[in-house]
């Protein structure tokens, strides 16, 4: 335990089942929390609308949450306006994009070396509008999520317009696999560890991490209102080392926390089992199903570069980009709003024995300019 | 004034009949009741509500939430009928399970009594289930009682209601629920006659 009392001991923390949601349950099953003198329940939720409306309206104090959805959230986007802020990311990456056996074969015949390239789905998608077929359709978790980001940003660097020469839809996580074998869609752009379900099933091909794209990308967040931040300082301050310290104990211990993670992602989930957990957490990544193992390490992130900390470089790369797409009015204010929902403040003063960047900023590497 | 045009999505399709009924009562048009969101953008393009009701634990309600960025011929999620996040209304909205989105042009003044049948019947039902729970939990709490006082007849030679006795003076010595003691004397006694 360090420094002052927390104002609320008993909290409620919501997260979905991915498995970047990893450090809540470490800091709940190591007793971090604990040590901070906190009393965590952990609800496992549906959907990315009910974690921010629970966490906006209080029935949650804080959660799991996209990053792109503070921003959203702050200026009343799509829902329930209120100010949400995170001082804690975390991790980094774990996002992929996994294509239909049949598109892959379109991709692979039509540019058998650069099949995985932005280019050649460009050219598949004109060949296919050539012949009349319907458009592709591409799904991803929730409008404002780096998931959507990214895979804009990957069709766009081909020219690809993903409001117009493709279908971009919305699904569950869990429910990738199901469509995507039924073919009502040609690929989907989810997290961990729904590419390696779809691809160990046989159902799929991984073309791409999100690495390919960001490097060491902006994903999941902790997020809590502005009001519930600025009344509980104290109780802030010791998730955030509760946090950090599970984050600290995946980085060496990742594998070890594979049961734990099953028994959570696999609680409404029939198609999880460990095996499918394994690939994302060791790095040990499968791209096809009759493939051996390739080298993706750093799919998932939880600790190292510095992973935690709430960079202003985050904030700025997802509120330009969500006014590329025209979410966000062309006029907003990108320092301001960032500024508002990004808070490495609070991050460097709850974390006294940790070392810190000197700068808030740190910018994402983008791979594909 | 037109009626509004309501769309239920919920996969509980007694609580959806219920609601239905409610609103059919205070005037509404229910166009479309769906149980899961197959289908749900198309059936939101074909009948045209001006306001959809989703039970809050439906796992569809992010694929509802993209038609905000869609384009403006899509309905935009209600603000959860507020510009402010912590109104009343949508804390018990959340509350009783019930989320809704309103197509850009409904007034917001008609939201609120059509969320108000709905928040009433969602907790209804909340209510109806928690009722039939106890009274399944009673019913199987009774059985086993029953069972495990039979059993104490049966093997020490006693009636009904030294058995009874029996057992209840051990739930209060040991504090713990009759349906408790009676489990154990259950185990204990399959335990001994393996």
């Known amino acids: ?369 | 004034m037109k009626p509004a045009r309501v769309m239920l999505v919920d996969d509980t399709p007694t609580r959806s009949a219920i609601l239905e009924q409610a609103l059919l009562d205070q005037g509404l048009i229910v166009v479309c009741r769906l149980e899961s969101a197959q289908g749900l953008i198309k059936n939101v393009e074909i009948h045209q509500p001006d306001i959809i009701i989703m039970d809050l634990e439906s796992p569809d309600r992010d694929t509802l939430e993209n038609m905000t960025v869609l384009n403006q011929h899509n309905p935009k999620p209600v603000i959860m009928f507020s510009e402010e996040g912590d109104s009343q209304i949508i804390f018990q909205a959340i509350q009783a399970g019930v989320s809704a989105y309103i197509v850009d042009g409904l007034n917001p003044h008609r939201v609120k009594p059509i969320l108000d049948v709905a928040i009433a019947r969602f907790r209804e039902y909340q209510a109806l289930r928690k009722e039939l729970k106890q009274t399944r939990d009673q019913l199987a709490d009774r059985k086993i009682i029953d069972k495990a006082k039979g059993l104490l007849m049966k093997t020490k030679g006693l009636d009904e209601e030294q058995a009874y006795h029996a057992m209840r003076k051990m739930a209060m010595d040991q504090s713990k629920p009759l349906v408790d003691i009676a489990q154990n004397i259950l185990s204990v006694m399959e335990f001994l006659t393996l």
């Open chain 1, 1 to 369: 335990m360090n420094g002052a009392k927390v104002e609320k001991k008993a909290l409620k923390l919501g997260y979905m089942p991915l498995s970047d949601c990893l450090p809540l349950l470490v800091a709940q099953e190591k007793g971090f929390f604990a040590q901070e003198g906190l009393e965590v329940e952990l609800q496992q939720e549906v959907s990315w609308s009910n974690i921010r409306d629970k966490v906006i309206v209080g029935h949650l104090d804080g959660a799991h949450m996209l990053a792109p959805m503070l921003l959203a959230s702050s200026i009343g986007l799509g829902g329930l306006k209120k100010p949400l802020i995170t001082a804690f990311s975390l991790g980094l990456n774990g996002n992929a994009l996994t294509v239909s056996n049949t598109l892959h074969k379109e991709l692979f015949t039509r540019n058998a070396a650069e099949f995985d390239q932005a280019i050649t789905m460009k050219h598949v998608i004109e060949q296919r509008r050539e012949e009349g077929l319907a458009k592709l359709v591409f799904a991803t978790v929730y409008p404002y999520s780096c998931h959507n980001l990214q895979l804009r940003y990957w069709l766009a660097s081909a020219d690809i317009d993903p409001d117009k020469d493709i279908d971009l839809v919305i699904l569950p996580p869990s429910q990738m696999v199901d469509h995507l074998k039924l073919q009502h869609i040609d690929g989907f752009f989810a997290g961990a560890p729904w590419n390696s379900v779809a691809i160990l099933q046989g159902h799929g091909h991984c073309l791409l991490t999100g690495m390919d794209i960001w490097e060491n990308a902006p994903e999941k967040v902790l997020g809590v209102t502005l009001q519930w931040a600025e009344e509980n300082p104290n109780t802030h301050n010791a998730l955030i080392r509760a946090l950090y310290q599970a984050c600290h104990w995946l980085e060496f211990h990742a594998e070890e926390s594979l049961p734990l993670l099953e028994r959570h992602l696999s609680l409404n989930s029939p198609l999880i089992d460990q095996e499918c957990l394994i690939p994302a957490i060791t790095g040990e990544y499968i791209f096809d199903h009759n493939q051996a193992q390739s080298k993706a390490p750093g799919l998932l992130v939880f600790n190292r570069f510095m992973a935690n900390f709430p960079w202003l470089s985050h904030g700025q790369l997802i509120c330009s980009q969500m006014k590329r797409w025209h979410w966000l009015p062309e006029n907003t204010d990108c320092d301001a709003l960032v500024a508002s929902c990004y808070r490495p403040d609070i991050y460097r003063q709850a974390l006294a024995n940790v070392t810190m960047p000197e700068d808030d900023f740190n910018n994402v590497h983008l791979a594909i300019l």
